[in-house]
């Protein structure tokens, strides 16, 4: 078997870094499905609606489809073996051609399918023609969707892991620091630095296992079930899928047709994605700000204003948080477009491509930069630390003391919440508060108060699974490491 | 064990009934967190802020979580043995009341938690101010809505598994039935009713599929990590997971405090099931065209016009195309909403529950609604057989006899097509066209062209697996059968 | 002419404080559209499309249409004078039930229209069946809604001069403030604070000039083009639109049956001002961290936490900016539900009505919340002053005063940027940087450079059109007083 | 002056027709803001941060907007008036260049500004460093930006007439044709053809109110605002603003510095096109089907299958439809982007352009290549009229002229109900129903009731303004014939 897979995605990779090629046009070529039409398409027509300009991305699976399909042709005796060999090598040859930049796109032959098609009969002649038996291009650009999908989630899915990595290997850097942990934006209990990085590990898991679910349903091979009714040649779908690299079959050529819920549910998934990072971005640029000031971005990763010479700004991060825009934007844009579509396929559908094209480079891009930036930026251990005890970040912890000593909840919230009420007319942290405001609030506050308050008291005094407890956090962060380096 | 499920989900089938029940205010009531405050709540903050009107809807869920939390304050010994059964009992009672639409919701105490919680006060006494113990509102509402939304996916996928029934069902009546297949909304080729209904099967069974993924992810203990940052209290949490049914517990204090991908995950699930009923609607309203005239709608799902005396309208399947619409913009909604947001609770996802009800009551709405729609629905075989030659559905069967034949599929298109310009000008269909054009086009289709031709020899010419041969849909069409009666 | 509008007014008002009135059920009841059909409705298709538990808002402007609608059928010769008093008297009399939320809304009636009519002839007999002559439900929805937008503009323009008047009744407090004012949230120039509030009365200006451009669009009248073609029945539209105050006639019947780009631009609009809240609310967040400390908001306008005793949060800015979410969600639900319907009446329509109600409230409940809130804020003048000099906002100035030394723009802020390094390095603001430093810099800030520095000077510096200069603030604030006091 | 607005217009449509030139990188170069940096910019944030791939495509706006500025800074004493001249030709060299595709744009200078600012001072030296004096890249871009939407305004309105006089010059040919008109695509009134035509140029003449109206707010001069607070040189704004033909000066630097609301507002307009087309496409592609067959499109206009060799597509139509999802992707991308930003500019901002740019591009296209598949198509007049008698379409006549003898509506209608339930029954229109039936139905109608039937007779009897009355579309159409050849 001589798909060669392997120098596939040699080509691929290549290809992913090669600018999208510039499309030719001359009009008035006669259309390989033109024979039905008594009238040459208009140019402008031609130009609305062509889609080699983005699908020829799809190129290298579009290939890699006719090959295994191909293959199956001979195998069922549609093809002779020196057919079969010619085609093989004829879409190899353009395949390299493609990976290289060399070739000749042309906007009249629409799309990606028809453009390698009409590529491989210029090249071997009629037996060209036969490449398109027991399919369409129905079938094929779902395939081809496919794959690519497929590609990306497994991209996509080793940028999460790097970022992971980044925020687990600040471990031994940031360990021991204590940062304020927020609800409402407003100071609420101290947290561990690696406990907020853990956090976003976490988010980051589900994140992961959502697109690896998304994988399966994406994984099932379309190919073979031709415009929307199957077809009368006698393919062997179950040997396409094996040679691709397929989980299973669609069972139903209608469904199959149209179907772009593994489009839309890839977008879905990016989308969470890009509203996770947006949350990092927010936060980490409120860290940069003079105000908090916990966080020293790398100037590499900084840009600089054209006006004010002063200026270090968190470009990277903002624009992470500005591009959780267009990641909606595609979901919506897709969810838009296959709205009260009927069954098979609508050329509504070629719209599919763009969005989700995007949504993949931006969510890629955005991990890409992400993962450095997390390593290379540093803490301002110093002016967090100056400013720990502001806030009354240990108030939940003297409550849940009292709690301890058999007062109800909800009365020990209220007389913590005087003691805090009082310490803030006086300006000072719960610690310097006079002690006859603590024995005033509850006998068991005069001799005890003092030991339980402050913030690194705080932080050791948690107990539960899933807390900032030290030694919970460093169990967890080990778990991490070991998780992250078996992958 | 006296956590009785059982009896919570049988106040809950009560309570799904039951309207919203109205919302009391009296303005200046203390604040059960209004310890540290200075000033009263302004009561136009109250009205603007609360949100008993809506997550009373969460009442039991609420009840249900506080009881099982109560059960293990008692076993790590924050409780005793009384105060715990005075608790479960207090809560139960409670539960019994809002289920009964009896319970006095009040907007001073905000949310369904507090005003739970200040019942039980009201009820119990000091007791009930032990239970708020190593926890926040903040898990409480995480906790409440995954218990919510669990039951909502297996809710829906009852139905969506009735949808499937009443596709599966027509299978006898409709059998044998030819339709025309499109693409572009154009005839295409012909496929049979039961391959039409079964496609829809396969779009639900992939909706199916990614609602239980998202069960797997919604089903992760959030409680007991309190506000963002766990809690002194020695809680235990697997036990509180056991006892509500939970896969696992969260692991990370900060994540779990904020997070809500649950909750668009479970949104963006209900947005692809709504665009795949929109294609349903969007059909099955042309189908009931006078145009088409495909298909009879049980007039007890139609209705009519003000003004125009004839009218018979398909109201059902309009509302569930346009309710597409409000799916979409409640997965929106949610995308715009945590768009930005730093680690941990922040008020706006107050926000996240309106939506997600919405999208759940709607979606499930719409599945209920066309389960009997579908099963009733009639076919006008008569009407359908009558145009069935029209559009040329047999034209792609009597290329890939060509390419059987030897002749490339490219040469073999450019031959049918032309053959098909003929028939259009002469304004019949292939197989009355005169024999002297097949022999023209090709030797081959001198003698057996009228025996390829005509749309019951097309649907029985198609071999591949997935395809509309009748033999293939037979055998999808038992093991679906299979299949949903085994569930 | 006794079409009484004021007094509508009045029961409009009282209808936008009751709740929502409860809609009771009786299936099986004849439909008044039920000649055609053989068949009743289904109990659950009636609860299905029913709208009026939504669309019993508009019944005011129903009624008043109707009554407008009657006066016009009187003149035309329709009905008898007789008659017209009876319809009217018994509408108005409806109208005064509904407003005291005596009216017994029916779902089997479907919607306010109908549920309106039914009871008009329960109550004035065969007279009230001539009342739907020359028109149907779909000009009447789109009159009752375009009469509830119109009064909806006219209440949110008067909301936003409030929060206006808010903004500019801040300046005499504040007047003399200076703040940092941020780009990319780093530290960027000296702002007057008056500075600030203005930016915010410009944007909410432009909000208002949407809408006023809006209200032109909505103010059409659509009623008496019937179902889409128009009527047999020669009715007198001018008449009714000048009844009814609108200022002029839809053209076109198959247009005005089915439009809803007057839903759509108005949520648009919403949607804007929605966006403009959410900025001022995020703003405000962050000026009330712990870590900017520059504002204190009314205690009265923020709640506490369940379990931390110590938290005072924002909630209303934060709800005000998560509700952003649902304004924009209910854009994207129209823009949906709209898409790829084909010309006149659709029943996907009725689904237009719960987005553009939610969306108008919502906006309309921030805008009330924030005009008290802005009004009662408080900068922290001191901690404010503290800071200022942080950040190097006089870079800029000092860069601009070597530009009018005849330096280069580009080459002075290389040099001013050269300068912040070398002061970031010692850890002090320009003003304390060494004067070697800006000797050795350029000659010409050897004398000069300290005069210019600092957050005054910079301030006092400005001098464009529209800058923070404080004579170019106090000409703009004063304005802006006269122009609020004149609406 | 020297400004020659009209030889950048030339340049401009050069630049229109002209591909997107590549961008090349050097990396390590230094940066223009980078005199504070210790630190190289990272070249993958250098690739991430770049924007002048795509705003490029301002950059004749980008010079237009310089020019003004240099002829101020010459008219304010900033600059001489050599220097002003040798900017102002090296500009226009510059524009020259990009325009004819020569320029070799950087990626290291980030975007057009910094592109042409250095091209600026390699060709001119020192003087080039004076240009950017009193403004910021943050004015600059909004500038830019609001010429170039002007333009577009300009541009789509021209367009939106084409497509008017496309549906208005159909009038001829299409005079006296009737045709079905639907509500819930059900058979309706009978509808007069330009009736048709003039429905959707009354949709489009809203769409141009609105992008006029846009228009005005876009249309205010934001340049010489500086970074966010104004600038100490003493520019005359307002000079600048007539030089450029802006409309007026924005007020607020804070406010002018990061506003986007104007973007949003034009990608709104648009976005309600693409809807108003959608509709458009949908109807027109249900009558280009088989059932319907209405409308024959201009083959030129179509594509066909790669496998079904009968296939006639409404390719064009289906984009058209399709292309409203990215529509309004865009514009949920831009409403995603800015929520929850705080005053003046922040570098998410940066992704508003590619958006506003795609939903330009887009629905200009489709306006062009609709207005010849409009004028060109044909009404297959046989086709329709054969089948003009079905769906009752005669049926409200007939009712109406019950009213008119007396009989109240709601009598009415149920009266010709159960007469069309009849006809039903017996499978003929009305007019064949036997006569004893409406002598039973109501006394008036024994003698009258097939003079009033028929569908011609109900186009001919509608009278009231609006309607579908053959003089009143008459006279609506001169009126659009005259208001179009006006424009």
């Given at each position: 078997m001589d798909l060669s897979l392997d120098s596939f995605y040699e080509l691929h990779n290549l290809n992913l870094e090669a600018t999208v090629a510039t499309v030719t046009q001359t009009p008035n070529v006669k259309k390989p499905w033109g024979g039905v039409f008594r009238e040459a398409t208009d140019p402008r027509v031609e130009k609305f609606t062509e889609s080699i300009s983005f699908d020829q991305r799809l190129a290298i699976y579009d290939i890699q489809g006719s090959q295994a399909h191909t293959q199956m042709l001979a195998t069922i005796g549609i093809l002779t073996g020196e057919e079969r060999d010619q085609i093989t090598t004829g879409l190899g040859e353009i395949g390299a051609e493609i990976a290289s930049g060399q070739f000749d796109f042309r906007q009249e032959f629409e799309d990606v399918h028809m453009n390698i098609e009409q590529a491989l009969i210029a090249r071997i002649g009629d037996v060209g023609r036969k490449l398109h038996t027991g399919r369409s291009r129905n079938d094929q650009v779902s395939t081809d969707l496919r794959l690519w999908i497929r590609d990306e989630i497994d991209r996509i899915i080793a940028l999460i892991k790097d970022l992971q990595r980044a925020f687990v290997g600040r471990g031994k850097q940031d360990q021991g620091v204590i940062l304020p942990g927020y609800t409402h934006l407003q100071r609420a209990q101290p947290v561990l630095a690696i406990h907020y990085w853990l956090a976003y590990c976490e988010k980051l898991q589900r994140d992961q296992g959502r697109l690896l679910d998304c994988r399966r349903r994406v994984n099932q091979l379309p190919l073979g079930t031709a415009a929307l009714a199957g077809t009368t040649i006698a393919v062997d779908r179950q040997m396409v899928a094996d040679l691709l690299g397929f989980d299973g079959l669609l069972a139903n050529s209608l469904d199959s047709s149209g179907a772009r819920d593994f489009v839309i549910e890839f977008a879905s998934c990016l989308a969470l994605i890009a509203e996770h990072l947006s949350g990092l971005a927010e936060e980490w640029i409120l860290w940069s700000t003079s105000e908090f000031d916990f966080l020293k971005l790398p100037q590499a990763f900084c840009t600089g204003s054209s006006i004010m010479p002063q200026k270090i700004n968190p470009d990277v991060l903002e624009l992470v948080r500005g591009k959780t825009g267009r990641v909606v934007g595609n979901l919506t844009s897709l969810l838009v477009l296959v709205k009260g579509l009927p069954l098979a396929y609508n050329r509504d559908l070629q719209e599919d491509k763009s969005p989700v094209f995007d949504s993949a480079d931006t969510v890629a891009a955005c991990l890409e930069l992400l993962a450095p930036l997390v390593a290379d930026a540093e803490l301002n251990r110093a002016v967090i630390a100056n400013r720990l005890e502001d806030g009354y970040l240990d108030a939940t912890t003297l409550m849940e003391y009292l709690i301890s000593q058999g007062v109800p909840q909800r009365t020990a919230h209220e007389i913590i919440g005087q003691l805090v009420a009082s310490a803030l007319d006086l300006g000072v942290p719960l610690r310097q508060l006079p002690i006859e405001h603590f024995t005033a609030a509850h006998p068991t506050l005069s001799g005890s108060a003092h030991e339980i308050l402050g913030v690194q008291a705080a932080v050791d005094a948690f107990r539960s699974y899933?807390?900032?407890?030290p030694a919970e956090v460093e169990k967890q962060w080990n778990q991490w490491q070991k998780k992250l380096s078996e992958d």
């Open positions: 899933g807390s900032t407890n």
